[in-house]
């Protein structure tokens, strides 16, 4: 059974730090690129950071850059997400996706992990 499985949300004060995991099982993400998303309460999904298969590529949202870290460890087959800096516009659920780099059909997502920020 495919699944993914955020872990490490929880309460930090601005400027504090998080470090947020996604755990893989069903599947190898060897051959997936992997995304994290946010939601806010009351507003819409949004685009955070985006990994390539390899590893060798990130991409980040412009609200982000400069302060979260996406990273991927293939043999633990999970995928990381770094948040430095935070702000209280952080605040959200945190949800990991996959993409198939052979199928882009294959879409698979988290059920999330919620970050909240605030002093």
């Known amino acids: 059974q495919v699944q993914l499985v955020e872990s490490g949300g929880g309460l930090v004060q601005p400027g504090g730090s998080l470090r947020l995991a996604c755990a893989a099982s069903?599947?190898?993400?060897?051959?997936?690129?992997m995304r994290w998303y946010r939601q806010a309460p009351g507003k819409e999904r949004e685009f955070v950071a985006h990994?390539?298969?390899?590893?060798?590529?990130?991409v980040y949202a412009d609200s982000v850059k400069g302060r979260f870290t996406i990273s991927r460890d293939n043999a633990k087959n999970t995928v990381l997400l770094q948040m430095n800096s935070l702000k209280p516009e952080d605040t959200a659920v945190y949800y990991c996706?996959?993409?198939?780099?052979?199928?882009?059909?294959?879409?698979?997502w988290g059920k999330g992990t919620l970050v909240t920020v605030s002093s």
């Open positions: 990994i390539t298969s390899g590893g060798g590529g990130t």
């Open positions: 069903g599947f190898s993400i060897s051959t997936y690129a």
């Open positions: 996706n996959a993409l198939s780099r052979y199928n882009s059909d294959i879409n698979y």
